[in-house]
């Protein structure tokens, strides 16, 4: 697990900063809740008659007035958003920088296959997001703690698991894009987060466009659908995992044959 190791050695600093960052504004959208609780009604009854605004972020369907509520729009932008961006910037150079920083002669000549290289590169990224994800549902559960608010554990629960299989589901994306690709590239990661987060505003503005839903992971994190219906859309999840699969084995076929240069 050599491979592993370094990558996770190379990777801490931005692993570090991305934890930091959306822990930070996690626990200061979590520790504004009490302060706004008493106007949360009055902001709901304004966010139902916005239209196709309301409807993009889901809020039609959310109390604000309610932790968790305020914890699936708020908290879940973040959580979204950041960790999506994390995930793919993980993810879409963790191959193809060896290239890039002209170490791939170095790694290529030692006794290792180009399968192991792979495969340890996939278990550092996961390695990542994982760690990341238990380390920010476990601020999540402090901050809300320490505002004196009960913990919607099942809710809660539901919400993370969910972010954390989009942020999967778009490193393996971005693992087989990075295969392909040989000076690597930030903004394919970061563009395909960002194409994917607005493919699903598509989606819940206009019913002509719902079918986007099974194309982005952001689908099946709506914090409404997932607290009315109190799991995640098994068919959406289905899809995701296997867009994933395809990224993971393109990447075993293209690298495994690739002419490093």
Not at 1 to 25: D, N, P, S
Not at 139 to 147: D, E, F, G, R, V
Not at 209 to 216: N, V
Not at 240 to 258: C, D
Request: net charge negative; hydrophobic share 50%; glycine share 10%.
């Amino acid at each position: 697990m050599t491979i592993v190791t370094h990558e996770l050695r190379q990777g801490k600093a931005a692993f570090l900063i991305w934890t930091a960052a959306i822990g930070f504004l996690l626990a200061v959208c979590i520790f504004l809740f009490p302060e706004m609780k008493g106007e949360m009604e009055g902001v709901s009854d304004m966010f139902s008659s916005m239209g196709s605004f309301t409807a993009a972020f889901g809020m039609d369907k959310l109390n604000f007035g309610t932790l968790i509520g305020f914890y699936s729009v708020e908290c879940g932008n973040v959580l979204g958003l950041g960790g999506a961006f994390f995930a793919a910037l993980c993810a879409v150079n963790i191959l193809s920088k060896e290239e890039r920083c002209q170490t791939a002669e170095f790694l290529l000549t030692h006794p290792v296959s180009r399968v192991r290289i792979i495969t340890e590169k996939l278990i550092a990224v996961l390695i990542q997001i994982i760690a990341m994800n238990l380390i920010l549902y476990a601020l999540s559960a402090a901050s809300i703690t320490a505002i004196g608010e009960d913990i919607p554990w099942k809710e809660l629960n539901l919400l993370h698991l969910a972010y954390c299989t989009l942020q999967i589901e778009l490193a393996a994306i971005c693992f087989g894009i990075s295969a392909f690709m040989r000076k690597g590239s930030v903004g394919a990661g970061l563009g395909l987060a960002a194409v994917m987060y607005f493919l699903n505003l598509i989606a819940n503005i206009t019913e002509a466009a719902e079918f986007l839903k099974y194309i982005t992971p952001f689908g099946y994190c709506e914090g409404s659908d997932l607290i009315t219906n109190g799991s995640l859309d098994k068919t959406m999840v289905a899809v995701g995992t296997a867009m994933g699969a395809i990224g993971v084995i393109a990447a075993y076929l293209k690298y495994a044959k690739k002419d490093i240069h």
